[in-house]
């Protein structure tokens, strides 16, 4: 399996990428989220909204952040739209989010033509306590089609609630997803076929996608995180698998 590393602005890239090339999205783009308040949301980097101050690395920032809940709601709905040019017919769609922009990120991938299919859940079973509240254990995976699902075109049976905690050892990003469960969602994408992430951070879903056999396309825009991207990737490669096409400078 091959990948291919795009460094750059996740919509511009996008609007380049040729119409129905890709087999299947699955992408966890920053959140602007992590606050009670617009100006707790939009004045705060990822790092003040999402680590605690306890926290014993000191893993980058990533860019992004800054959007409140309409201008990150319209943003998304262009990317998503851009990402359904791409994708083939049939071909899924599967984004992360919180519970505070989870209504947000279901208007806007019908907004970009996609038919919300469900969502599926991702459960960490160590979370933060809060007195007085429900654990906010869940963050959660929008996923749709591009038209019609064709069950023949990859007939498998995936679960809709995935438990994992969130990397501790080699964590390498803020918002690192555990690759067990990018596993078992980039099998979503037919064997052989290419999964798309435009915001690829560390690139787990790469990762995940080639031990899966599947190809992978990502785009990040951190130089940061596109270099440690780059480094995961070619270690999931063997020299006869790599393709000299990969990470764009």
């Known amino acids: 399996m091959t990948y291919t590393l795009h460094r750059g602005d996740a919509l ?14 699955i992408t966890d783009p920053p959140y602007n989220s ?3 308040t617009s100006g707790e949301r939009t004045g705060r980097s990822a790092r003040a909204k999402y680590i605690s101050a306890d926290a014993s690395h000191d893993l980058a920032n990533f860019p992004g952040e800054n959007r409140d809940q309409r201008s990150y709601g319209f943003w998304l709905s262009l990317l998503l739209t851009e990402a359904y040019r791409a994708t083939v017919e049939s071909g899924a769609a599967l984004v992360f989010c919180d519970w505070r922009q989870l209504p947000t990120t279901t208007d806007a991938l019908q907004a970009a ?4 299919r469900g969502i599926a859940s991702w459960n960490k079973p160590v979370s933060r306590p809060q007195k007085g509240r429900l654990r906010q254990s869940c963050e959660y995976i929008v996923w749709g089609t ?10 498998v049976y995936l679960p809709g609630l995935y438990t994992a905690s969130q990397p501790r050892k080699d964590r390498v990003h803020i918002t690192q997803k555990p690759v067990e469960v990018m596993r078992e969602l980039v099998k ?3 064997p052989g076929g290419t999964v798309l992430d435009p915001f690829a951070g560390s690139d787990s879903t790469g990762v995940a996608a080639l031990r899966e056999g599947r190809r992978f396309v990502g ?5 940061h995180y596109a270099d440690i991207a780059d480094e995961r990737l070619r270690d999931e490669l063997t020299q006869e698998d790599f393709d000299p096409a990969g990470p764009e400078e």
């Open 219 to 223: 785009i990040e825009l951190s130089d």
């Open 188 to 190: 979503v994408c037919p």
């Open 12 to 25: 511009t890239v996008l609007s380049r990428l040729a119409d129905n090339s890709v087999d299947a999205v």
């Open 146 to 155: 591009k038209g019609p699902v064709d069950a023949n075109r990859n007939p």
């Open 113 to 116: 033509g996609w038919t919300w």
């Open 34 to 36: 992590g606050g009670r």
